[in-house]
């Protein structure tokens, strides 16, 4: 299997859902934010954590007894951090529907050393089309994200500086 996908399956219990049966969509967050974090793990070699989750989208929703599929797959690495895109496909085994999307999402893993600090991980090979898409795509959502908290930070050095200049008068 490829070095940048993980994928990781369960069938859904009693204790993961509502009582009319439904999954509670935290069980599967949580089961997504496993795939990713095997998935970084495995693509960095090293530990890692997740700073962001961005575009969860709830698409079906997933119920007692249906098998649940979370396919994680690294599309871009910056310097520490690699977006991982997660896809939740649900299918109910008993009546041998097929595999149906249910969730997506980006989630944004941190390769962190044994001090708890980032550490580099290799940059990710692109070959086919599709992945220089999904590549693209990552970059420019990282660029957007660095651009915003930078703006984030300015604001409220700005206001600081207000607020400082406000108490001396």
């Known amino acids: 299997m490829d070095q940048n996908k993980t994928i990781i399956g369960t069938v859904m219990m009693p204790n993961q859902a509502n009582p009319n049966g439904n999954v509670f969509g935290g069980e599967i967050m949580k089961m997504m934010d496993s795939a990713a974090y095997a998935c970084g793990y495995k693509y960095a070699h090293m530990n890692v954590v997740t700073a962001r989750v961005d575009e969860l989208e709830f698409h079906k929703p997933i119920f007692i007894g249906d098998l649940v599929n979370c396919t994680a797959e690294v599309v871009f690495v910056g310097h520490s ?89």
């Open 81 to 169: 951090s690699m977006e991982i895109f997660v896809n939740v496909e649900v299918e109910d085994i008993e009546h041998g529907d097929k595999p149906e999307q249910a969730l997506t999402a980006y989630f944004t893993m941190v390769a962190m050393d044994r001090n708890g600090r980032p550490k580099a991980v290799a940059p990710l090979k692109v070959t086919t089309p599709e992945q220089k898409a999904a590549f693209e795509e990552g970059k420019e959502r990282y660029e957007t994200h660095k651009a915003r908290k930078r703006k984030q930070r300015e604001a409220a050095f700005a206001a600081a500086q207000k607020a400082e200049q406000a108490a001396k008068k």
